[in-house]
């Protein structure tokens, strides 16, 4: 029976030993995060995640989400249940400002809780991970009265959030959005239109539904500079916080899909909905983005916490499965044939899966840990530079780890021969749920057209140009370092790559902006690899340090240099790509396809 087991050890390693978070207790809520804090909310986290949650994952595939003629959602069976215990276990509280009833610790440790949340059950996960994004949403842009009004609640997730800007004439292009907000004379907005696919838009697990939706108002300018955002309750709120009246919003159907059944995936019909405008009339965009930005590094995170259970599993069956004979003579001679961890192919696929795990973690919890000190730092050089790694890097984990992370799914499947196809052992539901990881949140594609033609270019490539020298700044310290050599020589050399991609677009992607486009995934991936081996070459350090004193260390070391060894070699390629421009992409005419 396939299982989930939080990796506490590797979380621990690098919240602790890597990022040293204990060490910035001088930063607000970091005061507090004792080695042994630490340990306790992944112990626990990791109990409520593999004892709660992750026995609810294949019932939440198999029974899918219900709509009744009322447009009432039932959620599978256990769902309201974990819900509530986690509501009552102050698990979505972690990181939230004291002043909204949270306990303020910092993002980088909610970002390992929401990592075992998802893993344990990704489809759940999406309805108090959405409802966190809708909250720092309406923290950055609301008024104080809409903040006083929803805001706690929407903290402890005992009302959901969503986030509505698809319809269906417009997914990326949020310019095309058509529904309208019409003021009203005391001040509220008559929201009218249809919005699909959204995520946990009806449920039974909370007694509110905070929905965030775009829209123009009425007469406002055409295209995405007319858009305003709105919050629309479900039932309207009282002043002294009560449950009012249902609001005029209900959802009209659920869609059917390939995976994470478990969430509500609905259509919204907003039929003159009372809303409250967020922010300033036709900036909607800047606020929701705030939403956009974390749910972002949200679903990149799922990428790589589906690749973790998939991993778990596949190195489960991997030692349990016989079949065959080591090539180099056998290795379970009491047994028929051996198990198939001894076959160097069955070692790729897992290896391949352990060494971008490994490396993808340190690098969603580095980049956590830059929105904690974007907020949180005393000096402005500091909370300027993690700014900036939040925008640079936002799109790289967002597209580089749900790539890889739905690759890796996939080679545990593959790992299973047959039983991967079959529903027994899994695997297939895992590569079901995680497709999505790639699409929604801004397609992968998109993500990388925003890394090439903004973030790259933003401030005069500030952003880009402070990693660079970050990195040189590591080597320059480490270089004489034997054992560190092949991590640090590896880091060089992808680095140029990077850098030599970076100067392309930059002379070639002005120039010609489909030059721009056709690198914009090749880009990526290089700066997701470089990434990686920035993280790997850190990790090793600390786990040469350590070397000794228990075999995790010696272990992190060996997944290293297969990274090194065998991963990175695909960035020359990459970087070939970049370099091939768009004639290639470019030359055939439409209907030649
Ligand atoms: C299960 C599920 C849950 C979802 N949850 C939500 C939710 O909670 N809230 C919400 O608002 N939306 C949600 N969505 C919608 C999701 O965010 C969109 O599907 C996504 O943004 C892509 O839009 P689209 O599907 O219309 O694709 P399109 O925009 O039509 O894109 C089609 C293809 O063209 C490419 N493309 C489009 N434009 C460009 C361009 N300018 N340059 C290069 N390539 C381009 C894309 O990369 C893609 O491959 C959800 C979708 C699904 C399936």
Known sequence: MPRYDAPIRDMRFILQEVLQIQNYSNLPGFEEVTPDLVSAILEEGGKFAKEVLYPLNAVGDRQGCVRSDDASVKTPDGFPDAYKQL???????LSVDPEMGGQGLPHVVNIAWTEMVSSANMAFGMYPGLTHGAFQ???????DELKAKYGPKMASAEWAGTMNLTEPQCGTDLGLIKTKAVPQPDGTYKITGQKIWISGGEQDLTENIIHLVLARIEGGPEGIKGISLFLVPK??????????ERN???????????GIHGNATCVM????????????????????FVMMNEARLGVGLQGLSQAELAYQNAADFARDRVQGRSLTGVKSP???ADPIIVHPDVRRMLMDQKAFIEGA??????????????HKAQEEGVREKSSDYMALLTPVVKAYLTHKGYECA???LQLHGGSGFTREWGMEQIVRDCRITTIYEGTNGVQALDLVGRKLAANGGRAVFSFFSDVDEFVAANEGNEELALFVEGLQSIKAELQEGTMWLMQNGMSDFNNAGASSHDYLHLFGLTALAYMWAQMAKVALESKGKEPFYEQKLATGRYFVERLLPDGAAHLAKVKTGAAPLMDLEADAF
Not at 87 to 93: C, I, M, R
Not at 137 to 143: E, I, N, R, V
Request: hydrophobic share 35%; aromatic share 12%.
């Open 248 to 258: 005029a919003c209900s959802c009209g159907g659920l869609e059917e899909k390939m």
């Open 235 to 244: 039932y309207m709120v009282g002043e002294d916080g009560s449950i009012g």
């Open 334 to 336: 009491d047994q028929p």
């Open 87 to 93: 509501v009552e276990g102050g698990w979505p509280l």
């Open 410 to 412: 996939n080679w545990a």
């Open 361 to 374: 973690r340190c690098f969603t919890y580095w980049t956590a840990f830059q929105a904690d000190l974007q």
């Open 269 to 288: 019909n907003y039929d003159g909905a009372t809303g409250f405008l967020v922010g300033e009339e036709h900036k909607g965009m800047r606020t929701m």
């Open 137 to 143: 949403a309406l923290m950055a842009g609301g008024s």
